[in-house]
């Protein structure tokens, strides 16, 4: 399968607790992209990077969420002290951008999580 | 107010009906605009850009209203398969430097019934 990967599928944890969530873009794709969606609602735009630099972060990404990227290719997102508020799908996209083309966004399966 | 805003539905109609969408944007700025489609626990995925000048792929046809803000998605002869959730979603980049940050709807959920 040569789409986007994400692991876990679904993760469930006890507030408090910290946890990560890895996201594996189509290879040849710089741009790595992770946004959230709670039931009903559609995704929210959480941060993006460009190879290994974060580009943007929204607001929607408070102290307790960090991600990265260190090699340019799989990103990690971390949220520590997690709350039941951070119970949501943590999607991630990935996209070749070429200036002056367009590049569409392909989403991964999505990570579940709920914190207990 | 919410940047997209959606009706979210559901729309329940018959197979072989005409049904329509609608989106309101409020960031003027937007400059790129797309449908995609989700499917029940599933991710999202691209249905079609949405250009000014109106397009049309198969069954589904877009139109852009960038004075009232507003963009439209028609499916014809509606099938079972095309009972999903329809987002609306902006870029505030243009066409050809796209690729940051995607702002979505609430979506629109479709239910076509045999």
């Known amino acids: 399968d040569t789409g986007v990967s994400q692991d876990p599928r679904h993760k469930i944890t006890k507030r408090g607790q910290n946890v990560t969530f890895r996201c594996d873009p189509i290879?040849?794709?710089?741009?790595l992209y992770w946004y959230r969606q709670t039931l009903g609602q559609g995704p929210e735009f959480l941060t993006y990077f460009q190879n290994e630099a974060q580009l943007e972060k929204s607001r929607l990404l408070s102290d307790r969420f960090s991600a990265e990227r260190p090699k340019g290719s799989f990103s990690t997102l971390e949220i520590q002290r997690t709350e039941q508020g951070d119970s949501a799908m943590y999607l991630c996209?990935?996209?070749?951008?070429?200036?002056?083309?367009?590049?569409?966004?392909?989403f991964g399966p999505g990570t579940r999580l709920t914190v207990l | 107010r919410k940047e997209v805003e959606q009706d979210p539905g559901p729309f329940n109609v018959p197979e072989g009906a005409t049904v329509a969408f609608n989106c309101t944007y409020s960031?003027?700025?937007?400059?790129?605009f797309f449908w995609y489609r989700q499917d029940c626990r599933k991710e999202p995925k691209l249905l079609m850009s949405?250009?000014?000048s109106g397009n049309e792929d198969g069954r589904f046809t877009a139109q852009l209203n960038r004075a009232s803000q507003y963009i439209s998605l028609l499916i014809r002869d509606s099938k079972l398969s095309d009972s999903a959730t329809y987002l609306c979603v902006v870029n505030p980049a243009a066409y050809n430097n796209a690729g940051n940050m995607l702002t979505f709807g609430g979506g629109t959920r479709l239910m076509v019934k045999p």
């Open positions: 290879s040849e794709h710089n741009r």
């Open positions: 949405v250009y000014s």
């Open positions: 960031n003027s700025a937007s400059q790129s």
């Open positions: 996209a990935s996209s070749l951008y070429r200036k002056g083309s367009y590049n569409e966004q392909f």
